[in-house]
């Protein structure tokens, strides 16, 4: 069979996550040590749903820059929140100086960006005249670009800057496109991440498809019964890896895309789309499935998502990977989800901890995977996480260790 | 900064006044006059029945300006087998406003329960979904959002996809109105969409070529009024000064709006 030449691998020089689990990388951790769930019964905003969901605490104390109000909202909000921590905020400065502002890319993820101020703004509409509230601003809040701009002001950035929005595979592909654009010479580097926030259309949305489950929600459960929303901000910050790389060092070894092309909300029953992406990204990287050690699965949890990407990584990897879905314990962040779980496996290869999933009273004896329900641990070189979106827009990304 | 070139194989238009790349070709090079008129978006007849009953404004205009771009480069009856292999990026600054606007009233009443499918359609996305469904396409497809500057941006996507060694790709980018009350704070007048069949420069030969680079030289207005409004307004039409290149047949550079931070200049070579 012929191979065609591996990408040359970026590194992942800075990393970082905020999600119901906590602010920044130790929360993180403890709580995937301690195989804590972040979900709690709904009661954001006036939602009146019986449903779970992963909130981020203290969104509304944070305060954004004087100068860059107009984008306050509670997406970009969570957005600088999950900036601050861990030096994120000090690692994109020092790249600045590195490379320059013009050599710097920004590809953030997101799906409903601050959709919530509008979605509370059309309770505020003008009584005479219909309009919106004073205060409202479109381009700061509403736009699905806000993120990525407010970032790339933030830090005074002008290089290429993008929101990248296919639904629940947004923050997974941007580490496909920020790949490109350094491979094509254009940038040095690159703020890649997701930013997804809690919001009506997606709570009522997702309820109104009747994917969402009533309690925590519990992939690969025999008796599954949907997802639980949650919210999350992930970045990191990608630049080609030096040849003499540090050993400890995270590398994106390769990503894979492809597209159902089959129905808008329900994936492909065969996981034929999510195949291909596995494929494809095992084929940048010049490897084979038996050369993964760990999967992190989308997993949301719905009847269909498990059943078919179970039946792929089965056909492509067979049931010995040891793999699972940590949307038990985060939720499902929707767009910010592909940089959580990238995260989330960067510090799998560091640590070694597979982190079993939470929530399953039985296994679904139909999803035949080593689906891990515990926590394990090994020597962990790569490990491969999988996004998929409505509309059938699916990416793998594989990770690993530089040595 | 390096370049990164591609060659256009087809060109897809449709906006006021202008209902294909022929008749805006010809008002681009000034053989015929601009005539103002409301857009006038074909049915989707590529979809199934399902689909295309579920099918909003933005989805018909990208369905409709993307099989224009190929239709170009192939016999009609080759449409649809060159549209199943082709990787896709959609790029686009607001993607469905008629179905947010729906939403957004629905979920600020008293009874909250949203319709599954227009939730389904809310996806950015959904043009690409939509598009990859009535083609059979599993090909890797990216949609994108730079506000202003999303035709730029999705121009730069589908660049580095051919310098990474994708031969071909297809970029639609298109915007919509929105209805009021967003309209007001987001005044795009009409629905407009460009779409480019885009080929490596190697693969090329023959064919009008670009060479795109950022810079920080001013945007190029339109020579016609009517048409620099349309540039001005819809964050599609940031890309009508390179069609007006291609249609006059102009060798040179144009440069397009792209970020406050930057703009794009694009060599042309008809």
Known sequence: MMRSTPMSPLALTHFTATSCLGKGLAATRAALQQSRSGLSPCCFETVQLATYIGEVEGLDAVEMPPQLQRFDCRNNRLAHLALMQDGFDAAVRSAIARFGPDRIGVYLGTSTSGILTTEIAYRHLDPLTGALPDGFDYKGTHNSFSVADYVGRLYGLAGPAVALCTACSSSAKVFAAAQRMIGAGQIDAAIVGGVDSLCLTTLYGFHSLQLTSPEPCRPFDATRDGLSIGEAAAFALLERAPADTDPAAILLLGAGESSDAYHMSSPHPDGAGARTAMHDALTAAGLAPGDVDYINLHGTGTPSNDSAESRAVLGLFGDATPCSSTKGATGHALGAAGALEAVICALALESGLMPGGLNVRQRDPQLALNYLTQNERAPLQRVLSNSFGFGGANCALLFGRAA | ?270
């Not at chain 2, 990164?4 to 008749?23: E, K, M, N, R």
């Not at chain 2, 857009?39 to 404004?57: D, H, I, N, Q, S």
């Not at chain 2, 179905?99 to 939730?119: K, M, W, Y």
């Not at chain 2, 959002?145 to 999303?150: I, L, R």
Request: proline share 7%; glycine share 10%; aromatic share 6%.
């Open chain 2, 1 to 270: 900064m390096s370049t990164l070139t591609g060659c256009i194989q087809g060109i897809g238009v449709l906006g006021p006044g202008l209902a294909d790349w022929s008749a805006a070709r010809a008002v681009l090079a000034r053989e015929q006059p601009y005539l103002a008129a409301a857009t006038v978006l074909p049915p989707p007849a590529v979809l199934p029945a399902a689909e295309r009953r579920r099918a909003g404004r933005v989805i018909r205009l990208a369905l409709a300006v993307g099989a224009e771009a190929l239709g170009a480069a192939t016999a009609a009856s080759g449409v649809a087998d060159y549209a199943r292999l082709l990787p896709t990026v959609f790029t686009s600054s607001g993607g469905d406003g008629d179905n947010c606007h729906e939403l957004c009233v629905t979920l600020a009443s008293g009874d909250r329960q949203i319709s599954p499918t227009r939730f389904h359609n809310s996806v950015h996305n959904a043009a690409a979904g939509y598009w990859s469904i009535a083609y059979g396409c599993t090909r890797p497809s990216t949609s994108l959002c730079a506000g202003d500057a999303s035709f730029a941006a999705g121009l730069l996507e589908a660049l580095a996809q051919l310098a990474g060694g994708t031969p071909a790709v297809l970029l639609l980018a298109y915007d919509a109105n929105y209805p009021q009350p967003l309209y007001a704070r987001r005044p795009i007048p009409d629905a407009f969409g460009i779409a480019l069949l885009l080929v490596s420069a190697d693969s090329g030969a023959g064919l009008p070529q670009l060479e795109v680079t950022l810079s920080s030289a001013p945007a190029a207005p339109m020579e016609q009024a009517a048409l620099e409004s349309l540039r001005a307004s819809i964050p599609a039409a940031r890309g009508l000064p390179l069609l007006e290149r291609l249609a006059q047949r102009r060798a040179g550079t144009v440069v397009l709006d792209y970020l406050d931070s930057a703009t794009m200049a694009v060599g042309v070579q008809p």
